[in-house]
């Protein structure tokens, strides 16, 4: 495995529903980010944590709760979740949480679908 | 704040033919400025970045971009295009705001269409 890897790739599920969207980075990075995006919407930043401390939080319904147990690992865990809230969660990693010390690395998302 | 605008959500260009995608940016900070590529069903790439070296940014796949602060503009450029550039781009700049997570504010994204 390298780089960014999410499961799963594809998630469909009821508003009563609770689910987990799971990111692994194996690049030794420190810092891990959720985006969120919609069609014909800019990519959204709804998480970042950095050294697994919670370090933003961009006004997400509670209904999104993520978890970092590690460096390493970073989870969303969804309950009664919207139909608006369908669209690709993506996650990213960096080394350290400046830019100044390099680019975010993506996986390839979770497509999420709520019904 | 820090804010992007990509001019035109799609573009066409012709197998061959100059590729050109418009970025221009609000920064109250010298920015760092990066353009994204993503290809259908898959995550999203780097390409190219600006963090204050040389004004003129090569990237990947022969994509190069040009910084130019006076009209606050960061396009992206190649020569002749390939079916295979056919995706989605992506323009952002870094939110180097009091947090310094590390933050980027993306374009709405330009589609590009590559016809043979």
């Known amino acids: 495995e390298t780089g960014v890897t999410q499961t799963p790739r594809h998630l469909v599920m009821g508003m009563t529903n609770k689910k987990s969207l799971k990111c692994e980075q194996h690049?030794?990075?420190?810092?891990m980010y959720w985006y969120k995006q919609s069609a014909k919407k800019p990519l959204e930043l709804m998480f970042v944590y950095s050294l697994e401390e919670r370090v933003e939080n961009n006004s997400v319904p509670s209904r999104f709760s993520p978890e970092c147990p590690n460096s390493s690992h970073l989870f969303l865990h969804l309950h009664t979740l919207q139909p608006e809230d369908s669209a690709l969660y993506l996650c990213?990693?960096?080394?350290?949480?400046?830019?100044?010390?390099?680019?975010?690395?993506f996986g390839e998302g979770s497509r999420l679908t709520v019904l | 704040a820090q804010s992007v605008t990509q001019l035109g959500s799609h573009v066409s260009v012709s197998e061959g033919a100059l590729v050109l995608l418009r970025c221009n940016y609000s920064?109250?900070?010298?920015?760092?400025l990066f353009w994204y590529v993503q290809y259908p069903n898959q995550g999203l790439q780097l390409l190219l970045k600006?963090?204050?070296?040389?004004?003129l940014v090569k990237g990947i796949n022969g994509f190069e971009a040009e910084f130019k602060k006076s009209e606050t503009s960061f396009h992206l450029t190649k020569p002749s295009a390939h079916m295979s550039d056919a995706a989605e781009y992506f323009c952002?700049?870094?939110?180097?705001?009091?947090?310094?997570?590390?933050?980027?504010?993306f374009g709405q994204g330009t589609t590009l269409q590559v016809k043979p």
């Open positions: 990213a990693s960096s080394q350290g949480a400046s830019l100044s010390t390099g680019e975010l690395f």
């Open positions: 600006y963090t204050s070296a040389a004004t």
């Open positions: 690049l030794g990075h420190n810092a």
């Open positions: 952002a700049v870094s939110d180097r705001g009091s947090s310094n997570t590390g933050k980027l504010i």
């Open positions: 920064s109250s900070v010298p920015p760092y």
